[in-house]
T-cell receptor
């Protein structure tokens, strides 16, 4: 299957600082990428849909000014958690979709575990 | 709105037992896809299966099998002769015919297989 690489795998940052997470599709062009958040022992919740060259679409309740998403190319989307606080500590995972049938599957990155201290 | 229900929060079995993980879904879409993913402690999501709404055939892959029944909106997953390495959280997910592949996940079932 296609490969999606997420970096970093884990990060610890101080409260008030910003953290950038990268999601790359390594062997296909991703027209759309999705960002999910998973709190400990909970399910994955979609945060936003990222389309190459346009603004991201955020799910209800997700602060767009806090979670900045940039999808500048067909192989890279970034999620920046601005002014991170301990409650932002979570597992963030991206998925990428090429939009080419019969590929109807979105491929997931390895996830990034963010701890804000 | 789409919804996926995994009523079993946690299941504990002894190695070699068979175990079935339940998944019930709700959608108004006529075309949709159902998925099962495995999430080991490391966190990554391991794709197990994708099934489209027009294909109700059951599927078997090694020790894994899936039973898709549109009449009951269920897509259950059975592991035969479970092994310790099967211990993980299993998620059922649903996507619609929206042109995008964003997924609605169930709450997951934690499977613990003890030796």
């Amino acid at each position: 299957g296609a490969v999606v690489s997420q970096h970093p795998s884990w990060v610890i940052c101080k409260s008030g600082t910003s953290v950038k997470i990268e999601c790359r599709s390594l062997d296909f062009q991703a027209t759309t990428m999705f960002w999910y958040r998973q709190f400990p022992k909970q399910s994955l919740m979609l945060m936003a849909t990222s389309n190459e060259g346009s603004k991201a679409t955020y799910e209800q309740g997700v602060e767009k000014d806090k979670f900045l998403i940039n999808h500048a190319s067909l192989t890279l989307s970034t999620l920046t958690v601005t002014s991170a606080h301990p409650e932002d500590s979570s597992f963030y995972i991206c998925s990428a979709y090429s939009g080419v049938h019969p590929n109807t599957e979105a491929f997931f990155g390895q996830g990034t575990r963010l701890t804000v201290v | 709105a789409q919804k996926v229900t995994q009523a079993q929060t946690e299941i504990s079995v002894v190695e070699k037992e068979d175990v079935t993980l339940d998944c019930v879904y709700e959608t108004r879409d006529t075309t949709y896809y159902l998925f099962w993913y495995k999430q080991p402690p490391s966190g990554e999501l391991v794709f197990l299966i994708r099934r489209n709404s027009f294909d109700e055939q059951n599927e078997i892959s090694g020790r894994y099998s899936w039973n898709f029944q549109k009449s009951t909106s269920s897509f259950n997953f059975t592991i035969t002769a479970s092994q310790v390495v099967d211990s993980a959280v299993y998620f059922c997910a649903l996507t619609g015919d929206t042109g995008f592949q964003k997924l609605v996940f169930g709450t997951g079932t934690r499977l613990l297989v003890s030796p």
